[in-house]
């Protein structure tokens, strides 16, 4: 009969996945997780079976945060094209308080895995979409409220942010200024004031 755990696997994992963001997967070795989640080897095997599976559930476990996260800033009371400013307000909010430069973990993971592991690829753009159509959808609830013209493909524009994102958490690797990712967030969201309907604009009272 197997031995119960006595460790709280959560916690393992948040820890694992914070040192993954830090190191990255090929330089984090075994011997740094046993130092970091406090497990002998032979309990981090039995529970995780090796380094790969444990850490795509610590990717998992990245996500299911940064999608609950990314779920409430784009559903708070406010018009759907202020709630996007508020979302990159936020991340700028973030790169600035991130001291160590660590950016998003799915991100850092698709520029250090090699092209060809595509289960860890399929895994992350499987997560990456689910983000993007959550910004569909507020930009579709904005065409749906006149804020876009018709011609407006929300799903374009949602693809567009998403690039910005990439673009933002990259600079954020390098240590780009505060100043110059602000700028950055200011020319991206520029295009979607820009599509505001003419009949909208000049007649207010309709919004």
């Known amino acids: ?16 996945m914070l040192l993954f963001w830090r190191k990255g997967y090929a330089n984090t070795s075994i011997k740094d997780l046993t130092e970091t989640t406090c497990l002998k080897p032979g309990s981090l095997y039995g529970a995780f079976k090796n380094k790969r599976t444990l850490f795509l559930q610590a990717l998992d476990h990245y996500f299911s945060s940064l999608d609950q996260e990314v779920s409430t800033l784009l559903n708070v009371d406010l018009p759907p094209l202020e709630r996007i400013r508020k979302f990159f307000d936020h991340i700028l909010e973030q790169a600035e308080a991130d001291e160590e430069a660590r950016g998003c973990l799915l ?11 595509a ?15 959550r910004f569909c959808q507020v930009l579709q609830e904005a065409q749906d409220r006149g804020e876009l013209v018709r011609d407006k493909e929300p799903k374009i524009l949602a693809s567009l942010l998403m690039t910005g994102i990439f673009g933002l958490r990259i600079y954020d690797r390098v240590q780009t200024s505060a100043k110059r990712k602000k700028a950055v967030v200011d020319s991206l969201l520029s295009i979607l004031p820009r599509a505001i309907t003419e009949e909208v604009a000049t007649n207010p009272a309709r919004n």
Do not use: C, G, H
């Open 1 to 16: 009969m197997a031995r119960p755990q006595k460790f709280d696997q959560q916690q393992v994992l948040a820890r694992a």
């Open 107 to 117: 991100v850092n993971t698709l520029l250090e895995i090699p092209p060809e592991d």
């Open 119 to 133: 289960e860890i690829s399929q895994r992350i753009s499987d997560m990456l979409l689910q983000i993007e159509n």
